[in-house]
C-alpha cells in the first residue's frame, strides 16, 4: 500500500476555506483515494473517495492531479464542528476488502 | 438503521487479565474489521472477518484473537493484557462487494493497570 505523507497539523479560522494536502508519491494504478475524519473518543467517518480529476459531496471535494502522486482534500466555509483529525488514505478499492491503512492524519482546529 | 455498536464503552483490566470486547455491524454489512487506536496515533490494524473467518492479519501478536458469528457480529479477544494494551478498540464494518467507506464504532476504550 502507498505511503501517505500529509501535515500534522493546521489551523483556521470559523467561514474560511481549509485545504488539506496528502502526498502519495507511490500510488499505485488500482490505488482509490479516501478521506475520513475523527473527532475524540469516536471512530473515524468516510468524508470522500475519489479515484482522479475532482469529486464532490455535500461536506467536501476532493481534487486528484492527473498524475495522482498528491491530493487536496477541500472543506468550504469551516466551522468550529470540524476541528478534528483528518486522514488521508491510499490503497485498494474497498469493495476488495482490503483493510485500512491509517497514518498519524492532520489535526485541525477551527477558531472563532 | 443502527450503525456499529460496541460494548462495552469502557473498561479497566489488570495486567495479565483477558478481555473480550463485542462489535454488531451495521444492518446489511457482512465484513467486521478491529482496529487499536492508541492515544496521539491513527488506528492499527488488527484483522479483518468475513464469512467467520479470519481473512487479513495485521502486525499484532497471537494474543490477539477474534471471532464471527453467524448473524456477522464480532468479537476481539485478547489475552495476557500489557501495559501497552491500553488504547481505544475500535470495530469497522464493511458491505463486501461495495465501493463507499467503512462505517465505525465509537470503540471501546480499554485501560489496562
Known amino acids: 500500500l502507498a505511503k501517505t505523507t500529509q501535515p500534522i497539523s493546521m489551523d483556521s479560522y470559523e467561514g474560511q476555506e481549509v485545504n488539506i494536502t496528502c502526498s502519495h508519491n507511490?500510488?499505485?494504478?488500482?490505488?482509490?483515494i479516501t478521506w475520513y475524519q475523527q473527532f475524540p473518543s469516536q471512530g473515524p467517518r468516510f468524508i470522500i473517495q475519489?479515484?482522479?480529476t475532482k469529486v464532490t459531496n455535500e461536506v467536501a471535494s476532493l481534487f486528484i492531479p492527473a498524475d495522482r502522486k498528491s491530493s487536496t482534500l477541500s472543506l468550504p466555509r469551516v466551522s468550529l464542528s470540524d476541528t478534528a483529525v483528518y486522514y488521508c488514505?491510499?490503497?485498494?478499492?474497498?469493495?476488495?476488502?482490503?483493510?485500512?491503512?491509517f497514518g498519524k492524519g492532520t489535526t485541525l482546529s477551527v477558531s472563532s | 438503521d443502527a450503525g456499529v455498536t460496541q460494548s462495552p464503552t469502557h473498561l479497566i483490566k489488570t495486567r495479565g487479565q483477558q478481555v473480550t470486547l463485542r462489535c454488531s455491524p451495521k444492518?446489511?454489512?457482512?465484513?467486521v474489521s478491529w482496529y487499536q487506536q492508541a492515544l496521539g496515533q491513527g488506528p492499527q490494524f488488527i484483522f479483518q472477518y468475513y464469512e467467520e473467518e479470519e481473512r487479513q492479519r495485521g502486525n499484532f501478536p497471537d494474543r490477539f484473537s477474534g471471532h464471527q458469528f453467524p448473524n456477522y457480529s464480532s468479537e476481539l479477544n485478547v489475552n495476557a493484557l500489557l501495559l501497552g494494551d491500553s488504547a481505544l478498540y475500535l470495530c469497522?464494518?464493511?458491505?463486501?462487494?461495495?465501493?463507499?467507506?467503512?462505517?465505525f464504532g465509537s470503540g471501546t476504550r480499554l485501560t489496562v493497570v
Open positions: 469497522a464494518s464493511s458491505p463486501r462487494g461495495r465501493v463507499y467507506g467503512y462505517t
Open positions: 488514505l491510499v490503497g485498494d478499492d474497498p469493495q476488495a476488502g482490503t483493510a485500512l491503512i
Open positions: 507511490n500510488i499505485a494504478t488500482n490505488d482509490y
Open positions: 444492518s446489511g454489512h457482512d465484513t
Open positions: 475519489g479515484y482522479k
